[in-house]
């Protein structure tokens, strides 16, 4: 079984940057799609970033677009969330997920149906 667990959340000020990390305790089977997630006091989760490992895409929501990337790193068996230009409207709950499936296309890499395994989240406050 997949466990995901996140690290790097916390209080930062409008403009500022974060960087999120989930590591992977992966089982026999490669997790080819990776994403973050991200769930505000009463809204839906929406896809944030993902990577689609497989092929090495990557891709991200309109909000995300030109502030956030995305990255991993195989050997640690970890998944990175770099955020800059942070703003209020970024304030959530962060979680990292990983599937087994290869998916391809920001509505379905970043569809949260499609990911079996989930993290316990890590909270993000933008304020000053």
């Known amino acids: 079984q997949v466990q995901l667990v996140e690290s790097g959340g916390g209080l930062v000020e409008p403009g500022g940057s974060l960087t999120l990390s989930c590591t992977v305790s992966?089982?026999?089977?490669?997790?080819?799609?990776k994403a973050w997630f991200r769930q505000a006091p009463g809204k839906e989760r929406e896809g944030v970033a993902c990577?689609?490992?497989?092929?090495?895409?990557?891709y991200y929501s309109d909000s995300a677009e030109g502030r956030f990337s995305i990255s991993e790193d195989r050997t640690k068996k970890m998944v990175h969330l770099e955020m800059t230009r942070l703003r209020p409207e970024d304030t959530a709950v962060y979680y990292c997920?990983?599937?087994?499936?290869?998916?391809?296309?920001?509505?379905?890499?970043?569809?949260?149906?499609?990911?079996?395994?989930w993290g316990k989240g890590t909270q993000v406050t933008v304020s000053s």
């Open positions: 990577i689609n490992s497989r092929a090495g895409r990557t």
């Open positions: 997920a990983a599937d087994q499936r290869s998916w391809f296309g920001v509505y379905v890499c970043l569809g949260p149906r499609n990911y079996d395994s």
């Open positions: 992966e089982s026999d089977v490669w997790q080819s799609s």
